[in-house]
């Protein structure tokens, strides 16, 4: 295994366009797909962005079936293990699990403007769904994600409030294969978490502790190049930009129980995007884990899930 590769960020600079365009940022959007939707008002006057084209996500990804079958086969003391492949086992055992469901929340900010994020994600066996709702004073959105075996259909929607809180109605739909939308988005439908976890991308920083519960808190620092690689295309896909933004930082907490097991994701995260002047932003998410022992009803599209 290589160490601890290092890729020089390479900027991209282009002509002007001739024409101003509002565009609409989307960041922070499920993990258990993993993402995060965050929408800033931006205007493109000279299009910037980092290039992440030269970084090849097979070269900087761990072998993590293998590290999970060492786990299965030669178990050791959690606190021995390193943050990232502590990590790494529980979102892999995650994802074998055939009943599951997480509840997500999340929040960006960016001059002045907070844009505010509910999700949902089940997962039968073969089946999964994935909503995602976001809101500010500027901008509404809402996407479901069916999964069926080797389908992936996306639907558009109108977010919607009332007594019950707010939720939202669907019409247009996109269909992909599962390698078109990992291809398209940045990982497959079923994958927990979006960002890449591994020996290369994260940083001597990280470290696991043990809480006073019982439960262990893996703290990551994450390079904020090479572990956005697939979580750039997503962000692209939400947003309809032509150039990715630039993260300064990623910061990841995964609590886990003694048995590895998933329990809870906190994100925080900043980057810039490129308006009339360079602006920061700064975007947070939580996502809470659950194995379940049967089968959750997945919504039609024309069941509303209130939040």
């Not at 282009?14 to 960041?27: A, N």
């Not at 699990?97 to 509840?103: L, N, R």
């Not at 069916?146 to 939720?167: A, C, F, L, P, T």
Request: charged residues 30%; negative net charge; aromatic residues 10%.
């Amino acid at each position: 295994m290589e160490n601890n590769i290092k890729k020089e960020k390479k900027k991209i600079f282009k002509k002007p366009s001739k024409r101003t365009l509002c565009t609409i940022l989307g960041v922070v959007f499920s993990i258990s797909i993993g993402t995060l939707i965050g929408y800033l008002v931006a205007v493109e006057v000279s299009p910037k962005g980092n290039d992440y084209s030269n970084l090849n996500e097979n070269t900087l990804t761990d072998d993590v079936s293998k590290l999970y079958q060492d786990y299965i086969d030669k178990p050791k003391d959690i606190l021995s293990y390193s943050p990232n492949d502590l990590a790494n086992i529980a979102i892999y055992k995650y994802s074998q699990q055939s009943y599951t469901e997480s509840i997500i929340t999340g929040s960006a900010n960016s001059m002045g403007v907070t844009q505010k994020t509910y999700g949902r994600s089940y997962k039968n066996k073969d089946s999964a769904f994935n909503e995602s709702i976001s809101e500010s004073s500027f901008v509404k959105v809402a996407k479901r994600f069916y999964g069926n075996g080797d389908e992936v259909d996306i639907y558009n929607g109108n977010i919607e409030k009332n007594d019950q809180g707010i939720s939202a109605s669907y019409q247009d739909k996109e269909e992909f294969t599962s390698e078109s939308y990992k291809d398209t988005w940045g990982k497959s439908f079923k994958e927990p978490v979006i960002y890449i976890i591994s020996e290369k991308t994260t940083l001597e920083t990280s470290k696991v502790t043990k809480e006073e519960d019982g439960n262990y808190l893996i703290s990551l620092d994450l390079d904020p190049q090479t572990s956005v690689v697939n979580y750039v295309k997503q962000m692209v896909q939400m947003s309809g930009l032509d150039e990715a933004p630039e993260f300064i930082d990623v910061h990841l907490e995964f609590t886990i129980d003694s048995s590895l097991n998933l329990i809870e994701l906190n994100v925080k995260e900043t980057y810039y995007v490129w308006m009339v002047v360079k602006s920061k932003t700064e975007a947070t998410l939580k996502e809470e884990y659950k194995v379940l022992d049967k089968e959750s009803k997945i919504p039609s599209i024309d069941e509303k899930i209130y939040y």
